[in-house]
């Protein structure tokens, strides 16, 4: 015991006052699309076809980014011949729908090949803001600021596992926000599903989905739980993303997303942070400050001093 008392006692508290403050490298693909010159290397060289280039007309050329398929493995950024594809260092990637993960550049082919951007879209999809006060209005009157999760492996390599786990650690330390994970989805408000489905899990997570009281809420962990990964979707042995099998409420991409992209997605579902869409721009919306519950603080040390037998 006082071996583990003195231990503390060096170490201080670890747990970070603010968890998405730091700015990790190796997030996100991120495309320069002004010096774009859609040459299709980077869609050529993506294992998930997260990357796609499109002709709809002959003289015109779509280039699309989905981040719900992307599983950072900067493929595109080596393979890229005019340097125009990055690695960003935004990790808290966070939406409602899996169209508003997705971005697509247009151009301009004039008459010797050569392509010209000419705007660029981020798909939100229909109803942002609709999507995001329905959500609120489905937890936010009967949960509150607590929140009771039941974590679902669908068909997952556990490495989205490892980061869930990391973040109920002393550094991330989820459990000041009021979220607790439980063992039964009949105690959950929301279930946290990872992997492609295979088909084995089908049924189990019908089920699981079915046993959670309402108003329950659905967050798709990973690029496997977002859509099928590198696994992809309807193959023999996968049914693929999570919202193949039930609703999904918030997607966390990511190949495995980091412990602050967790914990972000599960704010973001509480109604705590705002989606963010673009790892590359700001948030939607400026986010409201988020206060730990309770707040962290320093609490006094209770010493124990062994005394010398009396006589």
Known sequence: MFRILSKSLKTGVVTKADPFKARPPLGFPVIDFARCTACEECARACPTGAIQLAAPAADRRQLSLSYASCIQCRECVDACPEQVVASGRDVEVAAYTREQLTQTASFDVDGIGRARFTHME????????????????RIHGLLGRSLHVREVDAGSCNGCELEITATANPVFDLERFGIHFVASPRHADLLLVTGPVTRNMEIALRRTYEAAPEPRVVVAVGACGCSGGIFGEGTYASIGGVDRVVPVDVYVPGCPPRPQAILNGLLVAMGVRQARLNPKGPATSPEPAITPRPALRRLPVLVLVRGGDEG
């Open 122 to 137: 981020v798909q939100p999809g229909p109803g942002l803001g609709e999507s995001a006060a329905r959500l609120r209005d």
